[in-house]
């Protein structure tokens, strides 16, 4: 695996068809199963580690991201990627960054993003920069962060942009809990209540698949019963696949998504229906 930490070095390397898998390191399951996916699409898989300092609020603590940079180069090695690229936040922003991308408020207002004001436009800025510096055939992003997924399709449909995205399933513990780098923050009691949210999602998603319609009904059912084991609930949602708008009665690509803090541990998840 060839580690390149300039975009002149890393474009000298690359040939064309390449498959990239953004990231910000602290690598898990998760990421590597997107490595193995890439490798399916093109001989060519460019992985990056960048910790992006534009989707991080000021109340975030940026600093304090786990860095793992050696373990990672081994995992990626091992998952038989070609390039790593990581840059430094001189070489990725040389100057301040003046033009970003700002996806519809409508898309990146809801959700995660009433949480985390302006941390779409950070993502989709940054995601941006690396296609255009990568030039890749293909993106792959994970279904686990459900609404960056959407922000990215709809960026490079709008944009007429040439990569094509691709989406990794999500990668579960064999408890149902989602893989993320933010579970390493969880106590072990914390870490034994967890998959209780991919629980009440999965309930939410068989009372749609029976035909339920009342949607504010069960998701605030899903709601109450995260509060009373401790859980201190953003939102359960249950959205259209498309652009995650509130989904109608006669909808059929639907998808329940939630987030919720459990400790001072922000957990996501979603399950298509």
Known sequence: MQI??????????????????????????????????????????????????????????FEKYPRTFEVDCEKLEAAG???????????????????????????????????????????????????????????????????????????????????????GETVRAADGLALSSRNGYLSPAERAEAPRLQRELARVRHALLAGERDFARIEQQAMTALRDSGWSPNYVAVRNKVDLQCAAAHDSELVVLGAALLGSTRLIDNLEV
């Not at 690359?14 to 602290?26: D, E, F, Y």
């Not at 519809?104 to 993003?113: H, K």
């Not at 686990?144 to 944009?159: A, G, S």
């Open 4 to 61: 390149h930490e300039t975009i002149a070095g890393l474009r000298a390397a690359l040939k064309g068809g390449t498959a990239l898998v953004p990231t910000m390191g602290n690598l898990h399951e998760g990421h590597i199963a997107l490595m193995r996916q890439a490798g399916k699409l093109s001989d060519s898989v460019v992985a990056t580690i960048f910790v992006n300092r534009l989707q991080f609020r000021p109340t975030d603590d």
């Open 81 to 167: 990627v070609s390039h790593l690229f990581a840059p430094s936040e001189a070489e990725m922003y040389p100057q301040p960054q003046q033009y970003h991308v700002e996806p519809p408020p409508s898309q990146a207002g809801i959700l995660d993003g009433e949480f985390r004001p302006g941390h779409f436009r950070g993502v989709a800025t940054v995601v941006l920069k690396l296609f255009n510096i990568v030039a890749p055939q293909f993106a792959l992003f994970g279904k686990k962060d459900y609404q960056q997924l959407m922000v990215i399709r709809n960026m490079v449909r709008e944009l007429n942009l040439t990569v094509e995205i691709v989406a």
